[in-house]
């Protein structure tokens, strides 16, 4: 990290966004990110890729206020209304996140590629990172997994109407909601969960904290279909890094399937918020969550202290 005081989360520990105090009682968080297109509809696309770029922001306890549309684009290859379509529906998940669009740059690119750059605003006390967990926390998780590869095998044609509809609702979900609820609670660390998966990112939870994270395979929801989809040979381009990433840290306990182990490294997109608090206030979380409109929130697994050369453990 910076020497400048006022850089309150930096690069050292892998965080979401950024975060600078301006004041006793106000921050910026800064984050950018961009996706390639998770379907040939040009508003899905921009839908997700501004939710997920946005949801950073919500990952550091913070609130979306302006966004910069970050654009590389095919122009000889593709239409003018591709790209408007694409614009038009990034706006609408600006718009319902309560920020603003303030510009963007556009760029020749062979590939279609879209996000955001986003600033937000934070108190500096209310900071979320995710290096705060603490043993004996327990840990919930706002969204089911397994995108990645429903994703991926719908290039195929293999994933049936009613489950890609499921898996792209999921992906447009703007973290708003759950990350208001949580501002209630006493959150320990938080993250989204994002492209290296939810073993990648509960890992770089645990060497924040330098903690033991266990998940439970039972507890972790999943999209319907996906486990069909690994069952089938399926896969995507970024499980075998992600587990190369976090297979020197893991432990799996017990019988875990090859399917169910290529689940925890399937990349999300605009995935769930992970959160660590106290064990004995998880539960009132997870029914606040679900009795204010977020769709999935499971207790997932648990925090403890390290005492062998672990990290995490998977049963």
């Known amino acids: 990290m910076g020497t400048d005081p006022n850089l309150i989360v930096g690069y050292d520990t892998s965080d979401d966004a950024g975060v600078y105090r301006l004041s006793e009682s106000e921050a910026i968080v800064v984050t950018a990110d961009f996706i390639t297109p998770p379907t040939d509809d040009p508003e899905t696309f921009g839908r997700v890729a501004a939710a997920n770029a946005i949801s950073d922001v919500y990952a550091m306890g913070g609130r979306p206020l302006t966004c910069v549309n970050l654009v590389a684009f095919p122009a000889k290859k593709l239409p003018t209304e591709t ?18 669009l303030a510009g963007g740059h556009t760029v020749e690119d062979p590939e279609p590629k879209f996000g955001l750059a986003v600033t937000g605003i934070v108190h500096p ?26 994703l991926n095998a719908n290039l195929k044609g293999w994933v049936n109407d009613a489950d890609l509809a499921a898996c792209l609702a999921t992906l447009e979900t703007l973290n708003r909601r759950a990350a208001e609820i949580a501002g209630d609670y006493a959150i320990h660390a938080a993250t989204d969960v994002t492209g290296f998966g939810l073993a990648g990112h509960a890992l770089e939870m645990a060497k924040g904290a330098d903690l033991l994270i266990r998940l439970s395979l039972e507890a972790v929801p999943v999209l ?24 020197p840290h893991l432990t799996w306990r017990g019988a875990v399937s ?14 769930g918020l992970l959160f660590a608090l106290d064990a004995d206030e998880a539960p009132g979380l ?10 999935s929130a499971a207790v997932v697994g648990s925090v403890l202290d390290r005492t062998g050369e672990d990290y995490l453990e998977i049963s």
């Open 83 to 100: 790209l408007a379509g694409i614009i038009r529906g990034a706006q609408q998940k600006i718009a319902e996140s309560g920020a603003v």
């Open 125 to 150: 006390d209310r900071v979320w990172t995710n290096a705060g967990a603490r043993a004996g926390d327990a840990l919930v998780l706002t969204k089911p997994i397994g995108s990645g590869v429903l």
């Open 224 to 247: 319907s279909g996906a486990r069909a989809m690994y069952d089938r040979g399926m896969s995507t381009g970024s499980n075998e890094t992600n587990e190369a990433l976090v297979q």
């Open 258 to 271: 090859k399917t169910d182990q290529s689940l925890f490294f399937d990349p999300q997109t605009n995935g």
């Open 286 to 295: 997870v029914q606040a969550l679900l009795d204010g409109g977020v769709s």
